[in-house]
């Protein structure tokens, strides 16, 4: 009894710092295609696990240590740090994506908290809705888990670009589950920009050779959200 009051304590709390902190998302159900249903579960079964891969050259090197240096107060381990950072950087390469907007994302959706639950349940750094799991997943998958969390968030955020046919502004509004409202692309284009861009020459992998041909990613012109609220 007084396990399962204490857990509801804890969860009141994650919900209540997500509320002043962070945007959390809410991705909306929407029906699949038994198509897509299959892509994206081919995509969050596999069961490949990060590598250091072109992180191991002198820029990739380069590129770990500026952003571990960045994330400092978000993840105080070293070890921890470095190895949240390898896994941003193979789940979003493997999807497409740019690790930077990944770490945008995060910023926003969880302020890097890995067992953030926001109000409407979804949960862990890229605020996951659970029912992604029955949906495109596999029962025993835990959204906790920082590789299945990111997995499945840059498998969702790919699957809504390709939707978007690369408008990258239409798309975050999606995953956040407020297409329409400027909000929270403002947010991630900005955390983006001024918080996790990449240092000038270091290695950014836009896809790694095994990953499916891509749409290439519209990203807003300063125009389009800076000054936005």
Not at 44 to 57: K, T
Not at 100 to 107: K, S
Request: hydrophobic content about 40%.
């Amino acid at each position: 009894m007084f396990g399962s009051r204490l857990a509801g304590w804890l969860l009141a709390g994650v919900c209540a710092t997500l509320a002043g902190g962070a945007l959390a998302g809410e991705q909306k159900y929407e029906p699949l295609s038994a198509s897509v249903r299959a892509s994206l579960h081919r995509s969050v079964a596999d069961q490949a696990s990060p590598r250091r891969g072109v992180l191991a050259q002198d820029e990739g090197a380069a590129w770990l240590l500026e952003m571990s240096r960045r994330m400092e107060r978000q993840i105080p381990d070293t070890g921890e740090r470095e190895n949240f950072l390898i896994t941003v950087h193979y789940e979003a390469t493997r999807a497409g994506l740019d690790p930077q907007l990944v770490l945008g994302v995060i910023h926003v959706e969880s302020r890097f908290r890995k067992y953030a639950v926001s109000r409407a349940g979804a949960r862990g750094y890229m605020q996951v809705m659970p029912f992604w799991v029955k949906l495109i997943g596999e029962e025993e998958q835990n959204l906790f888990s920082l590789r299945i969390n990111l997995r499945y968030g840059c498998t969702i955020l790919r699957h809504y670009l390709d939707i978007e046919r690369g408008d990258l502004y239409r798309a975050l509004g999606r995953y956040n589950g407020s297409l329409g409202k400027s909000r929270y692309p403002n947010a991630v284009l900005r955390a983006w920009r001024d918080g996790w861009e990449a240092p000038r020459g270091a290695v950014v992998q836009k896809a790694n050779a095994e990953a499916p041909a891509r749409k290439a990613i519209k990203r807003p012109k300063a125009t389009n959200y800076l000054g936005d609220s």
